[in-house]
């Protein structure tokens, strides 16, 4: 048996955990099953109570949600402290880097839904342009400091390179022609991990 990933292929949480099975070696152990958050009738409700994805169902058929747990999960079957260092500075800089990444994903998708599920008479420019604005703070920051790729990258790096490919995706890129240094690094990453060319999906 195998375990089953629901997930859907623009999301890019569920291509963290894509990303973070290949990079630990498991992703023979996964079949990716797509799911469709706004169907009531998808069983995504029963396996995650909040209906969001990525969830990652167990051969027990127990779930785990969300990335971040379903990361800590992959990482402990692969032996631990692989993309989630086990203690101290490098634990706390990873988490770190990851809870920046996950922010700018979630700033990213909340400007997509206000776009697509709202009329256009009915949207929120300032809610878009407060996403927006936390986006452009985090991958300033980014840019400003020195972010590492270490040889066996951490669920921080991981999750970076998930949040600009979100970017390219959904916002045409447009962070890259100010952002020379996280555009050097993020090709780095492409080079340096498999994983993350054959989880890209086209706009």
């Not at 996950?102 to 407060?130: N, S, T």
């Amino acid at each position: 048996m195998t375990m089953i990933l629901r997930s859907s292929p623009p999301s890019p949480f569920g291509r963290k955990v894509k990303i973070a099975a290949g990079v630990l070696g498991l992703s023979d152990r996964i079949t990716v099953e797509v799911a469709d958050t706004n169907d009531a009738g998808d069983s995504l409700r029963d396996q995650n109570p909040l209906g969001k994805i990525p969830v990652l169902i167990l051969e027990n058929g127990d779930t785990i949600y969300d990335s971040r747990v379903i990361a800590e999960y992959l990482d402990d079957m692969a032996g631990g402290g692989k993309i989630i260092p086990a203690a101290g500075k490098d634990r706390l800089d990873a988490l770190r880097l990851q809870a920046l990444a996950d922010g700018i994903m979630d700033a990213g998708i909340l400007q997509v839904y206000e776009k697509r599920m709202r009329p256009e008479d009915k949207q929120h420019q300032p809610w878009i342009d407060y996403q927006a604005e936390k986006i452009a703070r985090a991958i300033g920051h980014l840019e400003a400091g020195k972010v590492v790729l270490h040889n066996t990258p951490t669920i921080g790096e991981i999750a970076l390179a998930c949040a600009l490919g979100y970017l390219d995706l959904r916002f045409n890129g447009d962070w890259r022609a100010s952002h020379p240094q996280l555009v050097k690094w993020l090709d780095t990453f492409a080079a340096a991990v498999p994983a993350f060319g054959k989880t890209k999906i086209a706009a």
